[in-house]
């Protein structure tokens, strides 16, 4: 089952922005990386297999991985 584009990139946004409000806000950072974890579901640059994707998508979405296990690692091993 698919999921409509505008409903990949509203969900995308929304985890990304709640993660972000969980790290500056409340300094959570095990949560902040879970909900950008979470956000990855929501792949806003879907339909397209990886390599049909543009550099700069392929890009973003490495930064995006990278982030997350950086906020995991950082909450659950320094926090």
Do not use: C
Request: hydrophobic share 50%; net charge neutral.
């Amino acid at each position: 089952m698919q999921i409509p584009r505008t409903m990949n990139t509203i969900g995308y946004g929304l985890f990304v922005a709640l993660a972000a409000f969980s790290a500056f806000y409340h300094h959570d950072y095990m949560n902040a990386g879970s909900q950008l974890g979470i956000g990855l579901i929501f792949d806003p640059f879907a339909p397209a297999a990886w390599p049909e994707r543009k550099i700069w998508q392929k890009g973003w979405l490495l930064v995006h991985v990278t982030l997350t296990f950086g906020l995991l690692i950082y909450g659950w091993f320094l926090e």
